[in-house]
C-alpha cells in the first residue's frame, strides 16, 4: 500500500512530540494492520457490501442474556468534573468546565488534559474484584470503553504511545477485564469511541493552549462539519480492528458519530473483518451502533438513555447510566433507585431488547459504593426473577396499563412511576411470566389481556405462581380478565413476576 498525502500529514499529527512513536514505525503498522483487514474481509462468509451484511444473525447468547456491565473509565476521571466529556469543555472557550480548570489547574496552556494522565494511577483497580461484583449483579457481558473521545486507549495500542498500558497505570486495562469476565464466566465485550476523536480537541485550536504542541495525543483537532480524510479513517479501522485481534470481543459497540458519509466504506470493511474473524473463532459476535450507521439487519441498533413504545421485531438494546449527570465517574452524583433501573430492563425485555447499564468508577479503580450497592440490589431481584428475563422471549403484546413509556434517546428519566396495573410479558416456551411493575394496592392482580374473551385468543390458565412466594395463590379466569389475589407478604420490593402456564 502507498503512502498516501492524507497519510503523511496523519504520521505528522500522530508522532510529534512526547515520546511518540516514529513516522515510519507507524506506517509500517499501519500497513501491516491494514493488510490483515483486506485480507480477512475475504476470509470468511461475509464480504464488504451490506448485502452480505445483512445476512448476519444475532447470536443466541446475546439473545439470552438481556443484561450487560457498561463501564466508562479513562483520565477524565481523574477532574471527576461535569461530566466524561471534559477533556473536550476544558478547551471550549467560556464554558464552566474552562473556567473550573483555569480556577483549580491553572492555564490550558501550562496544565492540559495530558497532564493528567500521570494522575491516574489506578492504584486500587482490581478486575477480578469487578467481575465477580458484575456476575453477582446478574450481568451477562462486560462491555468497558477500549477508548473514548479523549483518543487515550484504555488498552494496548500499537499506534500510539498514549495508552493505559504505557502511561498512567501502565496496564493494559482491558487486557485485564477480559481475563477476569471470562474467569467469571461471563460474555467480554469493548466499545471504540475513537470516531469522535477527530475533532474532539479542536476547542483547544482557538486559543494559547498546549493542543498544538501535543497532537500526539489531541490531533487531528479538525472541525466536526469536515470529513474525516483517508489517513484518520485507516488508523481508526487498524485500531479498531487491533481491539479485535488481541482480545476477541463477542460485542463491539460504537458511538454515533460514524454514522458519517466517510466511515460507511470503513464500516463494511469492519464488520466483514469481525463477523469473519467471528466464525473462525466458532463464536457469535454482535455490532452495537446508533441511530442509521449499519443496516438495521446487519447489527444491532442502540439507544442511547432511551426506550421504545412498542416490540421491536429485529433485537435491540438501551445503554444509559447507573448515574444521572456523567457517564464517567465524577463528585457528587446522583444515582437511579434499584427498582427504577428493574422496571427499567423489564420493559425492555417485553419489547425485545437487552440493557446495557453504565458504571462509571473512582480514578483510583473503586466503584462507586453507592452504584455497587445497586448493581448488588439488580443481582438479587434477578436471582428471585431472572427466570422472567434470561432466555426470555416477548409475547404477543409487550404489556398493559396506564403508563407508556417516553420513546426515543436522552428520555429514560421522563417517564412516569409506574403502578400496579402496569404489566409486562414475556414467555419462553409454553410458559407466560406477567410482570406486575409495582404491587397492586387494591390486593388483586387484573391481567386483562389474559381473558378468555381477549382478541390475543388466550388458552386457559392451568395455574400461577408468584416468583420468590411460596404462597398458594388463589386465581380465577373469565372472559373479561385474569384475576389473581396475593399473598399478605411482598417477595420483594419492586417488580413481581407472575408464572403463568
Not at 480492528?241 to 454515533?256: A, C, G, N, R, T
Not at 444515582?335 to 462509571?360: E, M, R, T, W, Y
Not at 480514578?363 to 431472572?386: F, R, Y
Amino acid at each position: 500500500m502507498l503512502v498516501t498525502a492524507s497519510l503523511r500529514r496523519w504520521v505528522a499529527f500522530a508522532c510529534c512530540t512526547l515520546a511518540p512513536l516514529s513516522a515510519q514505525t507507524y506506517s509500517e503498522k499501519i500497513k501491516a494492520q491494514r493488510a490483515r483487514i483486506d485480507a480477512g474481509t475475504t476470509a470468511g462468509p461475509f464480504h464488504a457490501d451490506w448485502k452480505s451484511l445483512e445476512t448476519y444473525q444475532v447470536p443466541a447468547w446475546y439473545l439470552d442474556a438481556k443484561f450487560g456491565i457498561f463501564l466508562h473509565w479513562g483520565v477524565y476521571s481523574v477532574p471527576a468534573y461535569d461530566n466524561e466529556w471534559y477533556p473536550r469543555n476544558m478547551y471550549i472557550v467560556g464554558s464552566d468546565v474552562f473556567k473550573h480548570h483555569v480556577a483549580t489547574y491553572g492555564p490550558q496552556s501550562s496544565f492540559g488534559y495530558k497532564d493528567f494522565i500521570p494522575k491516574f494511577t489506578a492504584a486500587k483497580f482490581d478486575a477480578n474484584r469487578w467481575a465477580e461484583l458484575f456476575r453477582k449483579a446478574g450481568a451477562k457481558y462486560v462491555v468497558p470503553v477500549a477508548e473514548h473521545h479523549d483518543g487515550f486507549p484504555m488498552y494496548d495500542c500499537s499506534f500510539t504511545d498514549y495508552s493505559a498500558a504505557k502511561m498512567g497505570p501502565k496496564r493494559d486495562v482491558v487486557g485485564e477485564l477480559a481475563a477476569a469476565v471470562r474467569r467469571q464466566g461471563l460474555h467480554f465485550a469493548a466499545s471504540s469511541h475513537r470516531a469522535e476523536h477527530w475533532w474532539f480537541y479542536n476547542g483547544g485550536m482557538t486559543f494559547d493552549s498546549d493542543v498544538p504542541h501535543n497532537l500526539a495525543l489531541y490531533g487531528p483537532a479538525q472541525s466536526d462539519k469536515v470529513q474525516p480524510d483517508a489517513a484518520y479513517l485507516d488508523d481508526w479501522i487498524s485500531r479498531t480492528s487491533e481491539i479485535v485481534d488481541k482480545y476477541q470481543p463477542e460485542l463491539m459497540w460504537f458511538d454515533w458519530w460514524i454514522e458519517q458519509p466517510a466511515f460507511q466504506p470503513y464500516l463494511q470493511k469492519f464488520a466483514a473483518y469481525y463477523y469473519n474473524r467471528a466464525a473462525q473463532w466458532k463464536r457469535g459476535v454482535v455490532i452495537n451502533y446508533k441511530n442509521k450507521s449499519f443496516p438495521e439487519h446487519a447489527a444491532v441498533l442502540d439507544i442511547e438513555r432511551g426506550q421504545l413504545v412498542e416490540i421491536r421485531p429485529v433485537f435491540w438494546q438501551t445503554d444509559t447510566s447507573i448515574s444521572v449527570k456523567s457517564w464517567g465517574y465524577i463528585e457528587n452524583d446522583t444515582f437511579k433507585p434499584a427498582g427504577s433501573l428493574v422496571d427499567q430492563l423489564v420493559d425492555i425485555v417485553s419489547k425485545n431488547g437487552a440493557l446495557l447499564l453504565n458504571v462509571g468508577p473512582r480514578s483510583d479503580g473503586t466503584i462507586p459504593e453507592q452504584a455497587a450497592q445497586i448493581l448488588l440490589d439488580i443481582g438479587k431481584w434477578l436471582d428471585t426473577n431472572g427466570e422472567a428475563i434470561y432466555a426470555a422471549r416477548p409475547w404477543k403484546i409487550y404489556g398493559e396499563g396506564p403508563t407508556k413509556v417516553v420513546e426515543g434517546s436522552f428520555k429514560d428519566t421522563e417517564t412516569k412511576g409506574f403502578k400496579g396495573s402496569d404489566i409486562r410479558f414475556t414467555t419462553k416456551g409454553h410458559t407466560l411470566y406477567a410482570i406486575a411493575l409495582a404491587w397492586p394496592e387494591s390486593g388483586k392482580l387484573v391481567v386483562n389481556s389474559l381473558g378468555t374473551g381477549s382478541n390475543l385468543r388466550t388458552t386457559p390458565v392451568k395455574s400461577v405462581e408468584l416468583l420468590g412466594s411460596k404462597a398458594k395463590l388463589k386465581w380465577r379466569q373469565d372472559s373479561q380478565s385474569l384475576t389473581v389475589e396475593l399473598p399478605p407478604q411482598k417477595p420483594g420490593d419492586y417488580a413481581f413476576a407472575f408464572k403463568i402456564e
